[in-house]
């Protein structure tokens, strides 16, 4: 009984001694990889002791300046809502318009997705050679971030929404095609065999098997990429390509703090109102099938 | 009577089998003109015209022509300079954010914070901060910080606090509430159930979730540079403004094995940890 008791003590003993030994090995090499990218990165002490204070200061700044007993008092009144919120029409039209552009984009990137989904899953595709050509067309639309596809954009397009509606939809195509022949992968194949078997072609047993068991789960997809392109387009502006982005990128350039935090405050409540609606429709959308 | 008469016959007796109720079929009509009137409409506004199109188009073919070879220039020893600095980037921002994010996602969770309101505000708090965009983090602290790469390392903290966040509260409401409850029922204080009941459950998760933020933070770190915070974004941008296309692909394709890389790595470790 003793000697049981000792020699799980020994063993306890040993493993303990294994354990700490390991979490002090991946201690060091975290350790070592922190300070690594710490000296690549220039955060040096010395830069983010300097760096803490201005940052703070900057943060306080943008606080807006609102004072209780004039909250609601007119435009002219330093301190109130109004006051803040001074340019409210035009942000309002901008912030639309940036709705609107992701919207055309998310149309324009979901129908090359749409056709190119298709040989793109395996259970699918007619052969190897068009599986393997649209994976990767798919990949490589998907790679690019959509702000790099706008810098090229504007070049050729000129600035303005446009660029920018082609930038998010090129990365849209990418995006919901990898996600739209993952759909379709998981589909059921006995309806397509059963249109197979019935003479029918390749581009018919898409049509009437797959689209009708795939359609609500790529229109919720779709609306959730609606939401990530809105959040896309609020920023697209900064390279020139249209919406509120550009707006913000003049505000933030000349120091115009009580207006950052109110476009900030405005993009805030349109995102999360797109959200909220965005997410009813989803379950709206895949309830009715289930 | 032959089959077409037939079908025609039936189709006169029962025209709800072989189509939609009128009003549905009027209901459809309607909201293709209104979406073709919105099409048009927006058409007009931004200015999207075949001319526009056409031209841009044909300039982009150009653009595409000139990417070929890709070339990684005079200014080599910069673009690996900008890519070290992207992946350091995301390294420490997510490292920075995932220390911040685990006392914020404890105080998230309902299980550990009781308190409803408190519970709810918080999350919503998470919820709004999301909606900015870490170009728009980094914009700011290029104001704060000045120019570099420590901008963009304090954008991807910042921004990726509330995600994960969310995400950690999300997980540790998730866990299994019976082994906190024991160690309360052997004495333990709150703070010991926390501890010991319930983040070993939850770390193998959290570790997951930080990994898969640090594989998308360091997609988002090439291209904060665009406005000037820093990493191979800068590099990228400042070779478009000079159109030296072929380095541009060149930095795309480095991007891309980097990210490949990356992520390859992140999902190994992630195997190990899971298993």
């Known amino acids: 009984m003793k000697d049981g008791l000792a020699a799980l003590e020994t063993a306890w003993r040993a493993r303990r001694r294994a354990r700490l030994l390991a979490g002090a090995i991946v201690t060091a090499i975290l350790l070592v990889c922190l300070a690594v990218s710490a000296w690549v990165s220039e955060a040096y002490p010395s830069a983010l002791l300097a760096g803490a204070p201005r940052v ?25 809502l109004a006051y803040w919120m001074y340019r409210l029409d035009i942000w309002l039209w901008l912030l639309f ?31 190897r050679v068009v599986y393997s050509v649209c994976r990767r067309a798919l990949e490589l639309f998907r790679c690019v971030p959509d702000i790099v596809y706008a810098l090229i954009l504007v070049w050729t397009f000129g600035i303005g929404p446009l660029a920018g509606i082609l930038a998010i939809a090129l990365h849209t195509v990418g995006a919901l095609g990898k996600l739209f022949a993952e759909v379709a992968e998981n589909a059921d194949m006995r309806p397509w065999e059963g249109v197979r078997a019935a003479g029918g072609n390749w581009a018919q047993a898409v049509r009437y098997a797959i689209l009708p068991q795939v359609a609500p789960n790529f229109l919720s997809y779709i609306l959730l990429r609606f939401e990530v392109n809105v959040r896309g387009a609020t920023v697209i502006g900064f390279v020139g390509a249209g919406g509120i982005g550009q707006e913000l990128y003049a505000v933030i350039s000349f120091n115009y703090y009580q207006e950052i935090s109110a476009i900030a405050v405005l993009i805030i409540l349109c995102v999360s109102a797109i959200d909220l609606t965005s997410e009813k429709l989803r379950t709206l959308a895949i309830g009715r099938t289930t | 009577m032959s089959d077409a008469a037939t079908v025609a016959r039936l189709r006169a007796r029962f025209p709800r089998a072989f189509g ?13 003109v209104a979406f073709v009137i919105w099409l048009g409409a927006l058409c007009a506004w931004f200015d999207i015209t075949p001319a526009r199109l056409s031209r841009g188009v044909s300039g982009l073919f150009v653009i595409l022509r000139l990417m070929v070879p890709p070339s990684p220039g005079a200014q080599w020893a910069d673009i690996l300079q900008g890519l070290a600095q992207s992946v350091a980037m995301a390294f420490l921002g997510t490292f920075v954010a995932a220390a911040i994010a685990l006392p914020l996602g404890l105080l998230g969770a309902r299980n550990v914070v009781v308190n409803a309101l408190a519970h709810f505000s918080i999350r919503r708090v998470f919820d709004g901060f999301r909606g900015v965009d870490q170009l728009i983090w980094a914009l700011a602290f290029v104001r704060a910080v000045g120019l570099g790469p420590l901008a963009g390392l304090l954008a991807i903290a910042a921004a990726e606090i509330c995600v ?10 998730n866990a299994d509430p019976r082994q906190p409850e024991s160690v309360l029922a052997a004495g333990g204080s709150r703070l010991l159930a926390i501890r010991f009941g319930l983040l070993p459950q939850v770390l193998p998760v959290l570790l997951a979730q930080v990994l898969y933020s640090f594989e998308s933070n360091t997609r988002s770190a090439a291209i904060l540079g665009v406005v000037g915070a820093g990493g191979i974004g800068l590099q990228i941008a400042e070779r478009i403004k000079v159109r030296y296309w072929d380095e541009v692909s060149f930095i795309i394709i480095l991007i891309l094995i980097t990210v490949a890389a990356i992520d390859f790595l992140s999902a190994r470790i992630r195997r190990t940890l899971i298993a």
């Not at chain 1, 943060?59 to 002219?76: C, E, I, K, Q, S």
């Open chain 2, 20 to 32: 939609r109720p009128p009003w549905q079929r009027a209901a459809w009509a309607l909201g293709c």
């Open chain 1, 97 to 127: 318009e940036t709705s609107q552009m992701a919207a055309l984009a998310t149309l324009l990137g979901a129908l090359p997705a749409l056709l190119l989904c298709f040989p793109a899953a395996a259970n699918l595709a007619p052969n």
């Open chain 2, 164 to 173: 994960l966040a969310k995400l950690f509260a999300e997980a540790i409401e």
């Open chain 1, 56 to 80: 703070g200061e900057y943060f306080a700044r943008l606080l807006p300046d609102l004072r209780l007993p004039v909250l609601f008092a007119g435009t002219a009144t330093q301190g109130s």
